[in-house]
């Protein structure tokens, strides 16, 4: 049994309620790893974990569910990981805010030599979202337009150029014209500046007056009700944030008009419906990685507006104070305006420094 450090809740409340207290790490049980992180991916769904907008297992609870580490032990009945592998995870069981802990082997997944730890720490997560919103909320072909709200965020960047990839057109909405600047690089066709722009009126504008085949929106009340405004008849509104906070109360008549869908997909949903979760997320991986190439080959001859994937993964270190969890809060990711798509995808590496992705 080893002695670690973990930030861990006790009650839910600001970012305060983090505390970095000593935790005991057993050895792993049957089917189980043990892995010592090497950096840590901070995602703004702990937010809603910290304040109890979704509920925590236990108190006292290890936030987080997305890290990057070196397997240090095995328990029984495990295949294919051995002790050594660099491996990361993402989308199960909280409990990443720690220097180690115990994992199930068959939710791990091997990180390629040139992927470094942080970059898969602060991408993965992100990936595995892209991959589902793209590939399974909604069925989506070539030459399908969708809009995508805060494009400019860890998973809308990836969104986009993984659809520009497969012929999908994607319209952006941002905040500001930096953001505008990063999206379009990224592979979105159109950009939204929805603070000087209705959104709404520029959809239908760029459209032709069709509107899109989706709405991808993480901002929640700001954007909500306007976003089924922009849907074609039978198309789906797919939420999956709420960084603006709680959207209103849904009138289903205001669905009626033109036969529209709201979905909000969960990880534990789907986990419930997939055979093998294990083979889901390598295939979220290999396709990851499959996307990376095929954007590269998408981009145009000598276009300074299309990136391929891979340069999401580049991480630049900064210095972090010791003190992070607890003077800035990593599920606000150092950031003070509390909005998802205001925030930068972060990891922490081992040596207490911040990685910016």
Sequence with gaps: MNMECAARIHQYGAPEVLA???????APGPGE???RHKAIGLNFVEVYFRRGTF???????ILGNEAAGVVEAVGRDVRGVAVGDRVAYADGPLGSYATARLYPADLVVRIPDAISDAQAAASFLRGVTARS????VVTLQPDDTVLFHAAAGGVGLLFAQWARALG?????TVSDESKAAVARTAGCFEVINYSRENFVERVHTITNGAGVAAVYDAVGRDTFLDSLRTLRP????????????????LDPFLLAPKSLYVTWPVGPSTQSIAPNWKLRLRTCSMQFSEASSMSARAAPTGSTTSSPLTTIWRAAGSPAPASSF????????GCSCGRA?????????????????
């Design 20 to 26: 970095v207290e000593p935790v005991e790490v057993t």
């Design 33 to 35: 790893v043990r892995i």
């Design 55 to 61: 509920p925590a297992p236990a108190f006292p609870a």
């Design 133 to 136: 919103l793209l590939k399974e």
């Design 168 to 172: 999908i057109r994607v319209i952006g």
């Design 234 to 249: 039978r198309c789906t509104l797919v939420i999956f944030g709420k960084a603006s906070g709680d959207p209103p109360p």
């Design 326 to 333: 607890r003077e800035h809060g990593p599920p606000e990711l």
């Design 341 to 357: 798509a205001h925030c930068r995808s972060d990891a922490y590496s081992s040596d207490g420094r911040r990685v910016f992705v």
